[in-house]
């Protein structure tokens, strides 16, 4: 099993940044891909970035492709997210997943997830 928790959410103003942080425990950390989805309120689940176990091969959706940068530290435990050029519709409450396997970008193939980290994008 995999218990993840997020943190860094907080509240920021447009153009600026934040960084995520997802710390993960359980038997080990190898083997698993990551990933990071956001929900704003009445909205679905939507994807936002991927990455290998080995973290060689990461992913982002289109909207967050040149502002977000997703990164992992094996030794720590810990899958990050940094987020630049925030934009009010990036608002979401952002959630940290974990499968066992490779990257995908799908809200399905993920068994493990977070309680979130709640972001709030001033303008």
């Known amino acids: 099993q995999v218990q993840l928790v997020e943190s860094g959410g907080g509240l920021v103003q447009a153009g600026g940044s934040l960084r995520l942080s997802c710390a993960a425990s359980?038997?080990?950390?190898?083997?698993?891909?990551m990933g990071w989805f956001r929900q704003a309120p009445g909205k679905e689940r939507e994807f936002v970035a991927a990455?290998?176990?080995?973290?060689?091969?990461?992913y982002y959706a289109d909207s967050m492709k040149g502002r977000f940068t997703i990164s992992r530290d094996n030794t720590k435990n810990t899958v990050y997210l940094q987020m630049n050029s925030l934009k009010p519709e990036d608002t979401a409450v952002y959630y940290c997943?974990?499968?066992?396997?490779?990257?995908?970008?799908?809200?399905?193939?993920?068994?493990?997830w977070g309680q979130g980290t709640r972001v709030t994008v001033a303008s």
């Open positions: 990455i290998s176990w080995g973290g060689s091969s990461t």
């Open positions: 997943a974990a499968q066992k396997g490779i990257a995908t970008m799908t809200v399905p193939d993920y068994n493990y």
């Open positions: 359980g038997r080990t950390f190898s083997g698993y891909a």
